[in-house]
């Protein structure tokens, strides 16, 4: 059965950190593109950040560059997200998503075909 689980969503107060992770199963993701949505409460889902298969490329939302920054172990089959200087507005749950077609550039315009996507983790962020 293929996969994405994310965690390490949680509570936390404003300035600070949290570490999301997407660990991928059920077959070989190192050559998915793989990256984080969020959806705030009453809003659309946004797109956060992408990581190519080798991860030499990554791309950011303007809400997350500077702050955010991806990273990906093909060993571990699995995605991060390292998340700092967060702020009452990141609160959102996070999914992880995964797909072979659309390169990370262009995952703000085409999140509807993406392939794969998990459940999704809360993230909190208190004043």
């Known amino acids: 059965q293929v996969q994405l689980v994310e965690s390490g969503g949680g509570t936390v107060q404003a300035g600070g950190s949290l570490r999301l992770s997407c660990a991928a199963s059920g077959r070989t993701f190192s050559n998915y593109v793989m990256g984080w949505f969020r959806q705030a409460p009453g809003k659309e889902r946004d797109f956060v950040s992408a990581i190519n298969w080798s991860g030499k490329n990554t791309y950011y939302a303007d809400s997350a560059k500077g702050r955010f920054t991806i990273s990906r172990d093909n060993a571990k089959n699995t995605v991060y997200l390292q998340m700092n200087s967060l702020k009452p507005e990141d609160t959102a749950v996070y999914y992880c998503?995964?797909?072979?077609?659309?390169?990370?550039?262009?995952?703000?315009?085409?999140?509807?075909?993406?392939?794969?996507w998990g459940q999704g983790t809360l993230v909190t962020v208190s004043e």
């Open positions: 998503a995964a797909d072979l077609a659309y390169p990370g550039g262009s995952w703000s315009m085409y999140s509807g075909y993406l392939e794969l």
